[in-house]
């Protein structure tokens, strides 16, 4: 079971990116799904949140800007991410809280990061 993100990269202020975070594996269940980042000197920070119902959360600095849902089919979660600010800059990561087939605990899974870079 693995989670494999993609969809960084470099852009101007102002402008967007998509994130996407796919689950492969032996997967019988997925909860709750999140997006973090870390900036170099900072501490991870949680960004957005989509339960398995679809209800979000946001930091208080991303709300009206990023957008998180999921596909549950595919089994991926995005990050739309609009207005983008150099403060936005950091390595984000998904997890996502994955129950395998055969398996009676809950994982707490973390994909590898992708790099987000904000110019001004």
């Known amino acids: 079971v693995q989670l494999q993100a993609s969809g960084g990269g470099l852009v101007q202020a102002g402008g967007s990116l998509k994130l996407s975070c796919a689950a492969s594996?032996?997967?019988?269940?997925?909860?709750?799904m999140a997006w973090s980042r870390q900036a170099p000197g900072n501490q991870r920070e949680l960004v957005a949140s989509?339960?398995?119902?679809?209800?979000?959360n946001y930091a208080d600095s991303v709300k009206g800007r990023f957008t998180i849902s999921r596909d549950d089919v595919k089994k991926i979660v995005y990050l739309q991410m609009d207005s983008l600010k150099p403060e936005d800059t950091a390595v984000y990561h998904c997890?996502?809280?994955?129950?395998?087939?055969?398996?009676?605990?809950?994982?707490?899974?973390w994909g590898q990061g992708t790099q987000v870079t904000v110019s001004s």
């Open positions: 989509i339960a398995s119902g679809g209800r979000t």
């Open positions: 594996g032996a997967i019988f269940s997925i909860n709750d």
């Open positions: 997890n996502a809280a994955i129950l395998p087939w055969g398996a009676s605990e809950w994982l707490d899974v």
